[in-house]
């Protein structure tokens, strides 16, 4: 069993409920971060909850949402060992991963309906690291 961590604020809250069930349903084990309401919150809270479970190797991967998923993003990759993609569609969710070895898949809350992102969230969760080519740039990535 896969275990996935997914965070999200007021605008990403619908659609983090909607996969946190169709995860679960999938048997993934899944650790829901928050937040638990639609009311207003600031996703940088929530942000770097899911960062430190990702970085801690507490999961294997995670799905961050925010309205544009820009700022969860933002907060995301200030973490030392997390590399969030923001996806959009299924071929930057693949390429995310392939290319980038992308841990968490950022979803737009406000720009994807709910069959896109789970076809998004199901690409990424589906595919695997290339290596190669791509290692070398990767490594680059972390500042020492």
């Known amino acids: ?81 997390v590399r969030a993609g923001l996806c959009w569609t299924v071929e930057i969710a693949e390429l995310s991963r392939r290319h980038n070895d992308a841990n968490v898949c950022v979803l737009p809350a406000r720009f994807v309906d709910n069959d896109e992102a789970i076809a998004i969230v199901e690409r990424f969760l589906a595919t695997t690291f290339e290596g190669g080519r791509h290692a070398s740039r990767i490594q680059k990535i972390e500042i020492q």
């Open 1 to 81: 069993m896969k275990k996935i961590a997914i965070a999200g604020d007021h605008a990403g809250y619908e659609l983090k409920e909607l996969l946190v069930g169709w995860l679960d349903s999938r048997g993934y084990e899944v650790f829901d971060l928050g937040c638990h309401s639609p009311e207003r919150c600031d996703y940088p809270d929530y942000g770097h909850a899911l960062a430190e479970a990702v970085a801690a190797g507490e999961v294997e991967c995670g799905i961050g949402l925010c309205g544009s998923g820009i700022g969860i993003s933002i907060t995301l990759n200030r973490h030392h060992g």
